[in-house]
């Protein structure tokens, strides 16, 4: 059966208001399941998770859910599934536990092409003991960050590697097996920041090679959460400061606090949601997930054809995704004519499309872009043929409100 996306819009309310939305490597709109499960779970007794009355086994059932439901998503085993705040906070927290045991003479390798997020705890936490950085660069022409560049980089004291699976500024996905098996036959670790990937293509932790990887499930119709999956058997050498009474068990071991139950439950359904997207599919939530990613990924990328075969009519637009493999991510500059004011034009007719470096400073910086970015153009499993002609519609009109250079 192709791809019904009018019946995945019928099920997100947000989508109601009327804009065609190009804004979700921000952060997607939220389908009424998932809202659902945030409602339930707040319906009903909870407590400290237990087994004694009924609140307790409630948020034990959540929690099993969730960690389930992520490790299906991931390719990962539920012992191996940390929750979190955010990706940010939970790679904070991983850089200052591993650094624990690095100190002067250790390196570690930072991507150019990633969200600060993936840069700055590695840098900040190598800062702290006396570790040395160590810089993986990409081609500012062709977008692509190959293992050749991580290989430059790498050195007998190399301790972790740090990369994106997938660019959310520009959408370029290295290619993350090779770079693993380089980053593992020198002896180190490898952290994958999958933030954007997961939310365009099915992830297997085993067969990226990652050793940690995190995910952020707002960006793939979830809450507003962070996830961290590796092996349990890696999780059980962390040290991570902790509170004294909290269990040493993984993967609680790991996290602070009692978890969001709320935001659990509907990371699960978002999950679920996303495993439904194959219709006919039969088998395992993982095997309908892979099913669903393969729809997912032919639309999406049918739609990225499409805006781009429109944007090579118009004059006066540059376009700076330009990688072999890539997701459904396109930002765009306009020579003579500023990316804020092209988002704001946008905006007034009825296009969401942001404006800016999202994060990705040191990417937008090699680009020659400097702070300011650009626009950025992303798609999600909701956007459809209509949103795609109104954003060419409206880039259209707006190189011909607004000349280059007046």
Request: aromatic share 6%; glycine share 8%; charged share 20%.
């Amino acid at each position: 059966m192709p791809f019904d996306v009018h019946a995945v819009r019928a099920q997100i309310p947000a989508l109601k208001s009327g804009s065609a939305r190009f804004d979700a490597p921000g952060g997607t709109q939220t389908p009424q399941p998932v809202i659902d499960a945030i409602t339930d779970a707040l319906a009903n007794p909870l407590a400290v998770r237990g087994t004694q009355n009924e609140g307790e086994r409630n948020a034990e059932a959540i929690v099993a859910g969730a960690r389930s439901a992520l490790a299906d998503l991931l390719g990962a085993e539920p012992r191996g599934i940390v929750f979190g705040r955010s990706s940010t906070q939970l790679t904070y927290d991983l850089a200052r536990t591993l650094a624990k045991d690095w100190g002067p003479g250790d390196e570690v390798v930072v991507s150019r092409l990633d969200h600060d997020a993936n840069i700055r705890p590695w840098i900040q936490a190598a800062e702290a003991v006396g570790a040395t950085v160590r810089w993986a660069e990409f081609d500012p022409a062709t977008a692509e960050l190959t293992p050749g560049h991580v290989a430059a980089v790498l050195g007998a004291r190399t301790r972790l590697v740090a990369v994106t699976g997938a660019s959310n500024l520009v959408g370029t996905r290295p290619d993350l097996p090779a770079i693993a098996g380089l980053v593992h036959a020198a002896g180190a670790l490898l952290h994958v920041d999958a933030v954007h990937y997961t939310a365009h293509a099915a992830v297997d932790l085993t067969a990226v090679g990652a050793d940690f990887l995190v995910c952020s499930p707002y960006k793939f119709l979830g809450p507003h959460m962070g996830v961290l999956a590796s092996r349990p058997e890696l999780l059980e050498t962390l040290r991570p400061d902790k509170l004294l009474p909290s269990t040493d068990a993984i993967p609680e071991r790991l996290e602070l606090g009692t978890l969001p139950y709320e935001l659990l439950a509907a990371a699960r359904a978002a999950v679920d949601f996303i495993a439904s997207l194959a219709p006919g599919t039969e088998g395992t939530r993982r095997e309908r997930l892979l099913a669903a990613f393969e729809e997912i990924e032919a639309h999406e990328d049918a739609l990225r054809a499409r805006i781009e075969t429109g944007l090579a009519a118009l004059d006066g637009i540059t376009v700076h995704s330009r990688a072999a493999r890539r997701t459904p991510t396109l930002l765009l500059t306009f020579p003579g004519r500023s990316a804020a004011l092209a988002s704001r034009y946008l905006a007034e007719h009825g296009v969401d499309a942001p404006a800016g470096s999202f994060y990705a400073l040191e990417a937008s910086r090699h680009l020659g872009l400097g702070d300011g970015g650009g626009l950025r153009i992303g798609l999600a499993p909701y956007s459809s043929a209509e949103d795609a002609d109104r954003l060419l519609d409206a880039l259209a009109a707006f190189l011909t409100a607004h000349p280059a250079d007046a």
